[in-house]
């Protein structure tokens, strides 16, 4: 009796009060809530699926109200453009070749190439490029132009090994570029 005891005082004074004597407790108390709640809910019919989903999609939005999404499936305007300046293919085109102009050239050189035809933004964010880092020699294609707005469009230039793209705007009806992504092929 007395080893007995000397057990049950041993399991309670050093194993409960141990990191893993605590974390036994903790998961023996889950999973008799798990268990017991499994054995109180109703009965799931497996072939039934989800029971609590709707048989319908839920709609938050009025059918009828339209598309109102940035890219609508709807054709999007022709791009406009101010008469006497470039169009969105032209300043594309000028743009990209003077990018590729980068390697062999001074970095003042280069952004001063850059500058006419870019917004203020743009030339901001490419202070400080070094233009040895322009990845393509030569431009391989027609620039090909996805209009978003009358004032937005999207052009794509391939070149000898990727492809540049272009964001242009033109809120006066002057183009420039807003933003440069280059895709590596």
């Known amino acids: 009796?007395?080893?007995?005891?000397?057990?049950?005082?041993?399991?309670?004074?050093?194993?409960?009060?141990?990191?893993?004597?605590?974390?036994?407790?903790?998961?023996v108390l889950v999973f008799g809530v798990i268990g017991a709640a499994r054995l109180i809910s109703e009965p799931v019919d497996s072939s039934a699926g989800l029971s609590s989903r709707?048989?319908?999609p839920i709609s938050t939005v009025d059918p009828a109200a339209g598309d109102d999404g940035v890219l609508s499936s709807a054709a999007a305007a022709a791009p406009k453009t101010r008469p006497g300046e470039l169009t969105p293919e032209q300043a594309a085109g000028r743009f990209t070749a003077a990018w590729l102009t980068g390697p062999g050239s001074s970095e003042d050189a280069w952004q001063a190439r850059l500058r006419p035809l870019s917004t203020s933004a743009l030339t901001e964010k490419l202070t400080g490029a070094d233009p040895?880092?322009?990845p393509a020699q030569r431009v391989t294609?027609?620039?090909?132009?996805?209009?978003?707005?009358?004032?937005?469009?999207?052009?794509?230039?391939?070149?000898?090994?990727?492809?540049?793209?272009?964001?242009?705007v033109a809120p006066d009806g002057r183009w420039l570029v807003d933003a440069v992504d280059w895709e590596r092929q």
């Open 1 to 27: 009796m007395r080893a007995m005891r000397r057990a049950v005082e041993f399991l309670v004074t050093r194993v409960l009060r141990s990191r893993l004597g605590i974390a036994v407790v903790i998961a």
């Open 54 to 56: 709707p048989r319908e």
């Open 132 to 134: 040895e880092s322009v």
């Open 141 to 168: 294609g027609q620039v090909t132009l996805r209009p978003r707005t009358a004032s937005f469009v999207e052009a794509l230039i391939p070149l000898d090994n990727g492809r540049l793209r272009l964001e242009l």
